[in-house]
């Protein structure tokens, strides 16, 4: 077993070394070919804890706030029953009123099976919506929400599966637009989650583990009621390890490392002025069959302005989709903790870089936890949550395992 994690490891890195290095040589040579979904805010990471740690989470400690990364983790929370609350501004430097709140709870039933469900609400702020003329129309507060519930429980001694059920809501034309409607879907999660002590360190008690997740396997939204054309929401596919070390009987660190990839079907490349697809697969197919294709469709290869290929292949294209996040987490005698990580997003699929800090602070069964991005490629904007502080408050109903 320790063989086979450290080979994981080494992987998992390489491949996040490789994804800085593509990034590097890429250049202006490729245009860039972002997947874009249907109501992204629920791709957002609502904690500040995993938001502290370059947004990984699939394979991290357990909390109350699991249900975005791996729902699977429920059964391994240490609290019997918790609560958590939520705030993270949103574009703070541009819309003062815009933001994502979300309230989380989750029980234990018993050693083997827990029971969790979070309310995840985005405020658009207030928005002045005007007709054609440039006319105010009435000022509107467009918002999104999402509902979820899942049940998760022990397959083995150190294994551990869910599901999860969620129903989303978006309303962002307040059907001002004529023919505009709701958006809404309903989706679902699956999950596992591999913890268990190992001795891989002398003195050194250690816990590993590893997280597997798809999340938002649902069907499509469409904001107009007047043609049949949907866009796919964020189905995500996140895997990762992490290592947890108990320096001594006070102090403890733990690593992690996220990867994740959007199972939406990549734009196409169209010949010059035309319809007619030259590299790539059409991307107007069902959600299973999007989902599937998603893993071998880009098409790798654009045209300049001259009307000339460039492009460094399909392969190439298909590993810049999967993002790279790596954390860590230091706990001192389990009442402060300070943490850091890393994001990683390839320039061809939108180029967002950031570190991530952050710090907690647990008193009896009140806890707060702070995060703070800094972006780190040099853009101004290329992540909405930049050097704005987020906010969790949680509370253990019922503390112990």
């Not at 390489?14 to 992204?40: D, E, F, H, K, R």
């Not at 993270?88 to 979300?102: E, G, I, Q």
């Not at 107009?224 to 189905?235: C, G, N, R, S, V």
């Not at 704005?388 to 112990?400: A, K």
Request: aromatic residues 14%; contains cysteine; charged residues 15%.
């Amino acid at each position: 077993m320790k063989v086979k994690a450290i080979l994981l490891m080494a992987v998992l890195v390489a491949l996040g070394v490789q994804s800085y290095a593509q990034n590097q040589i890429l250049g202006q040579t490729v245009n860039p070919n972002v997947i874009t979904t249907a109501v992204p805010f629920i791709s957002i990471a609502p904690d500040a804890r995993g938001g502290s740690m370059g947004d990984c989470g699939v394979a991290s400690e357990a909390d109350v706030y699991s249900m975005h990364y791996n729902p699977a983790k429920y059964t391994f929370m240490e609290p019997k029953m918790s609560i958590g609350l939520g705030y993270s501004p949103w574009l703070r430097n541009l819309v003062p009123d815009m933001n994502l709140a979300y309230l989380a709870f989750a029980t234990k039933l018993n050693s083997e099976s827990a029971l969790a469900a979070t309310l995840r609400y985005f405020s658009c702020g207030e928005i002045t919506f005007t007709d054609a003329t440039g006319h105010t129309i009435d000022e509107y507060r467009p918002n999104e929400w999402a509902l979820d519930a899942s049940y998760s429980r022990m397959l083995t001694e150190y294994l551990s599966g869910a599901v999860a059920g969620r129903f989303i809501y978006s309303n962002l034309t307040q059907g001002v637009t004529e023919g505009s409607s709701v958006g809404w879907s309903v989706a679902a999660d699956v999950a596992l989650y591999y913890k268990r002590p190992v001795e891989w360190f002398k003195d050194m008690d250690a816990d590993f583990s590893w997280g597997l997740s798809i999340n938002n396997i649902g069907s499509k939204v469409s904001y107009d009621f007047t043609t049949l054309e949907k866009d796919f929401i964020p189905t995500t596919l996140r895997f990762g390890p992490s290592l947890k070390l108990e320096l001594d009987e006070y102090n403890s660190l733990a690593f992690m490392f996220d990867v994740t990839k959007l199972l939406v079907p990549t734009p196409p490349t169209y010949f010059p002025g035309t319809d007619s697809i030259a590299y790539g697969m059409s991307d107007n197919v069902s959600v299973p069959v999007g989902i599937i294709q998603s893993f071998f469709d880009a098409p790798g290869y654009s045209f300049n302005d001259q009307g000339e290929k460039v492009g460094k292949g399909p392969f190439y294209e298909e590993l810049c989709e999967y993002n790279i996040g790596a954390g860590v987490e230091y706990w001192y005698n389990n009442v402060f903790a300070v943490r850091a990580g890393y994001f990683n997003e390839a320039a061809l699929k939108g180029n967002r870089k950031y570190v991530t800090l952050g710090a907690a602070l647990k008193y009896n069964v009140f806890g707060l936890d702070v995060s703070y991005l800094v972006p780190v490629n040099g853009t101004y904007g290329t992540n909405p949550l930049e050097r704005t502080l987020r906010f969790n408050l949680t509370y253990d109903i019922i503390s112990g395992k």
